[in-house]
C-alpha cells in the first residue's frame, strides 16, 4: 500500500501546511525562548518540525502545526501513528530529536517551568501516585503548582464533585477502576486552572454519563477562553465536540484545519478512513468464519 500524502487542500490559514511549515531550524532566528511569529495572534500551542526515532522506528516525522487559543482540538490517527509521541514532546514530557514547540509563544523546552505552568496534561499511560487517595492525589497536585492550601481545598472539593467521585475521595487510587482513573487524574490536571489543557484519551473507559459530565466541563473551559487538545479514535465524538481537527499517521501530519473543512462534507470517519488508507480487510481470516 503506497503511504498516504498529506493533502495540501486541507491546511487553510491559520493552520499550517505541512509542507509550507517553517523547519526547526528557523527558530534559531528567534531571540532564546521566543518562538517565531508570536504576536500577535499567539497559538495556544505551536509547534515546528517535530520528529522522534526509537531504534530504527520513526515515530515522528517531522510534524508542525498551530493550535488556536480557545480552540477545542482534537488529534485523531490509526493506532501506532505517533499522537502520544507528539503530545508527549509538545508538552515537555520527552525530548525531540529535532524541531520546536511553544505554549503561548514559550517555548516548552528552552524554559519548561514557565511553559509548564500555562499547561494542564493528562498523559497516557503516566504512572500516578496511586498509593494515595483520590483527594490527596489531587491535592498533592495543587501544592506542587505552588498553590495555597485554603485555594487547593476549595478546589479539590469542586473537582471531585464535578468528576463524581466524592464518595470515592478517601480510596488509593490503586484501587480505582480504569475510569475512575482517568477522572482523578483529569481533576489533577485541571487544579491549576491552565490556559492550555492537553488530553491523551481523555475518555477512554470513562462512562458515558461521567464522559458527558467531562465533555461539558471542557466546554465551559473552552468557551471562557481555555484551550483543549484533546487525542482520540473516537471520530464521532471528535467531530461532535472539536471545532480543529489533525490527522496523523505514519508519524506524519495528513490534514488539519476546522473539522468541516478536514472533512469535506463526508463524515469525519470516513475522511479519516479515506485520508490514512482505507479500511483493512479480513483476507487470511477465513477460519473465523468455519465454525
Ligand atoms: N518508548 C518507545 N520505545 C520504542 N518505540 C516506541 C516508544 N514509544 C512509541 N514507540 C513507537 O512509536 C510509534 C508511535 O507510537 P505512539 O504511542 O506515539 O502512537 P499513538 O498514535 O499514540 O498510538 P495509539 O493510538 O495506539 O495510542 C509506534 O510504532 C510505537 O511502537
Same mark, same amino acid.
Given at each position: 500500500? /503506497?503511504?498516504?500524502?498529506?493533502?495540501?487542500?486541507?491546511?487553510?490559514?491559520?493552520?499550517?501546511?505541512?509542507? /509550507?511549515?517553517?523547519?526547526?531550524?528557523?527558530?534559531?532566528?528567534?531571540?532564546?525562548?521566543l518562538h517565531?511569529g508570536a504576536a500577535?495572534?499567539v497559538?495556544?500551542?505551536?509547534?515546528?518540525?517535530?520528529?522522534?526515532? #526509537?531504534?530504527?522506528?520513526?515515530? !515522528?516525522?517531522?510534524?508542525?502545526?498551530? !493550535?488556536?487559543? =480557545?480552540? #477545542?482540538?482534537?488529534?485523531?490517527?490509526?493506532?501506532?501513528?505517533?499522537?502520544? &509521541?507528539?503530545?508527549?514532546?509538545? &508538552?515537555?514530557?520527552?525530548?525531540?530529536?529535532?524541531?520546536?514547540?511553544? @505554549?503561548?509563544g514559550?517555548?516548552?523546552?528552552?524554559?519548561?517551568? +514557565? $511553559?509548564?505552568?500555562?499547561?494542564?496534561?493528562?498523559?497516557?499511560?503516566?504512572?500516578?501516585?496511586?498509593?494515595? *487517595?483520590? +483527594?490527596?492525589?489531587?491535592?498533592?497536585?495543587?501544592?506542587?503548582?505552588?498553590?495555597?492550601?485554603? &485555594?487547593?481545598?476549595?478546589?479539590?472539593?469542586?473537582?471531585?464533585?464535578?468528576?463524581?467521585?466524592? +464518595?470515592?475521595?478517601? *480510596?488509593? !487510587?490503586?484501587?480505582?477502576?480504569? =475510569?475512575?482513573?482517568?477522572?482523578?487524574?483529569? $481533576?489533577?490536571?485541571?487544579? %491549576?486552572?491552565?490556559?492550555?489543557?492537553?488530553?491523551?484519551?481523555?475518555?477512554?473507559?470513562?462512562?458515558?454519563?461521567?464522559? $458527558?459530565?467531562?465533555?461539558?466541563?471542557?466546554?465551559?473551559?473552552?468557551?471562557? =477562553?481555555? *484551550? @483543549?487538545?484533546?487525542?482520540? %479514535?473516537?471520530?464521532?465524538?471528535?467531530?461532535?465536540?472539536?471545532?480543529?481537527?489533525?490527522?496523523?499517521?505514519?508519524?506524519?501530519?495528513?490534514?488539519?484545519? *476546522?473539522?468541516?473543512?478536514?472533512?469535506?462534507?463526508?463524515?469525519?470517519?470516513?475522511? #479519516?478512513?479515506?485520508?490514512?488508507?482505507?479500511?483493512? %480487510?479480513?483476507?487470511?481470516? +477465513?477460519?473465523?468464519? &468455519? #465454525?
Amino acid at each position: 500500500m /503506497t503511504a498516504p500524502q498529506p493533502d495540501p487542500a486541507l491546511h487553510p490559514d491559520p493552520v499550517m501546511r505541512p509542507d /509550507t511549515a517553517p523547519q526547526p531550524d528557523h527558530a534559531l532566528d528567534s531571540p532564546p525562548g521566543l518562538h517565531p511569529g508570536a504576536a500577535p495572534q499567539v497559538p495556544a500551542l505551536s509547534i515546528r518540525g517535530l520528529a522522534k526515532r #526509537f531504534g530504527g522506528k520513526i515515530a !515522528v516525522d517531522g510534524i508542525s502545526l498551530d !493550535v488556536p487559543a =480557545g480552540s #477545542f482540538y482534537g488529534i485523531v490517527g490509526p493506532n501506532g501513528a505517533g499522537k502520544t &509521541t507528539t503530545l508527549s514532546m509538545a &508538552t515537555g514530557l520527552l525530548r525531540p530529536d529535532f524541531g520546536t514547540a511553544a @505554549v503561548h509563544g514559550v517555548d516548552v523546552w528552552q524554559r519548561p517551568l +514557565e $511553559a509548564k505552568r500555562l499547561m494542564g496534561i493528562l498523559p497516557d499511560g503516566v504512572r500516578l501516585f496511586d498509593r494515595l *487517595t483520590g +483527594e490527596q492525589l489531587i491535592t498533592y497536585a495543587g501544592l506542587l503548582r505552588g498553590m495555597d492550601r485554603e &485555594t487547593v481545598a476549595t478546589r479539590v472539593a469542586d473537582l471531585l464533585a464535578a468528576m463524581d467521585l466524592q +464518595e470515592d475521595a478517601g *480510596t488509593l !487510587v490503586v484501587d480505582y477502576s480504569a =475510569g475512575m482513573t482517568k477522572k482523578i487524574a483529569l $481533576a489533577s490536571a485541571l487544579i %491549576h486552572a491552565p490556559r492550555l489543557l492537553v488530553l491523551d484519551e481523555p475518555f477512554e473507559a470513562v462512562d458515558p454519563v461521567s464522559a $458527558a459530565n467531562i465533555r461539558s466541563i471542557l466546554d465551559s473551559y473552552v468557551a471562557s =477562553g481555555g *484551550t @483543549v487538545i484533546v487525542s482520540s %479514535h473516537v471520530m464521532d465524538l471528535v467531530q461532535r465536540m472539536c471545532d480543529h481537527v489533525a490527522v496523523v499517521a505514519n508519524g506524519r501530519l495528513l490534514a488539519a484545519g *476546522t473539522v468541516d473543512q478536514v472533512r469535506a462534507g463526508a463524515s469525519l470517519e470516513d475522511r #479519516f478512513v479515506q485520508l490514512v488508507g482505507g479500511r483493512s %480487510h479480513t483476507e487470511g481470516l +477465513e477460519w473465523l468464519r &468455519t #465454525f
